[in-house]
């Protein structure tokens, strides 16, 4: 009895760590654009999906437009949804998770390494201010920290798992 449980604890333990370690999928940062010689033309059109969940607050849910429910109080993009780039600029993109006019955000980086993350016009005790579907709207806690996740199959590109050296013959 013991030694199933241990094999099913080492078991449990070992699959998600070989399973992660063949992962292609990569948080986009200004590295992986110009090591991949990525354009901005290239870059439109690329499936991407968010790191975490985003909740998007309106900003006057009072307003008539918001009351009348022609425009959510609450939107809420899980983790994990799948979007596309429509936009890209030096720093930033601008990607669609839903259709719609002006259902887009912008994720975008301050320096090359950091991945690019939501980006809003202001950002204050965790909320940030910012335009969706013709609307304002506050972005969530934790919403700042939500990145871009780019699978690398999509780009065309796969790691090379394992490289051996033959040698040099003489």
């Known amino acids: 009895m013991k030694k199933t449980v241990l094999l ?11 399973l992660s370690s ?10 992986m654009r110009s090591e991949l010689h990525l354009t901005r033309n290239q870059l439109i059109g690329l499936p991407v999906e968010n ?15 918001y009351s009348s429910g022609a425009i959510p109080q609450e939107v809420t993009i899980p983790k994990g949804t799948p979007g596309v780039v429509v936009f890209a600029f030096a720093n930033k993109l601008v990607v669609r998770f839903e259709y719609g006019e002006g259902k887009t955000l912008v994720f975008g980086a301050n320096d090359e390494y950091t991945e690019y993350k939501l980006m809003a016009e ?5 909320h940030g201010s910012l335009s969706y579907g013709g609307a304002v709207y506050f972005a969530g806690p934790g919403s700042s ?18 490289h051996k050296v033959r040698g040099i013959e003489y």
């Open 22 to 31: 063949c992962s292609s999928r990569v948080l986009v940062n200004n590295v």
């Open 51 to 65: 790191s975490g969940k985003i909740t998007l607050y309106a900003a006057e849910p009072s307003a008539s437009l």
């Open 145 to 162: 920290d939500v990145s871009l996740v780019v699978d690398l199959k999509d780009v065309g590109v796969t790691r090379n798992k394992h």
């Open 122 to 126: 202001n950002w204050e005790e965790g």
């Open 8 to 18: 099913f604890f080492l078991l449990g333990a070992t699959i998600p760590i070989l």
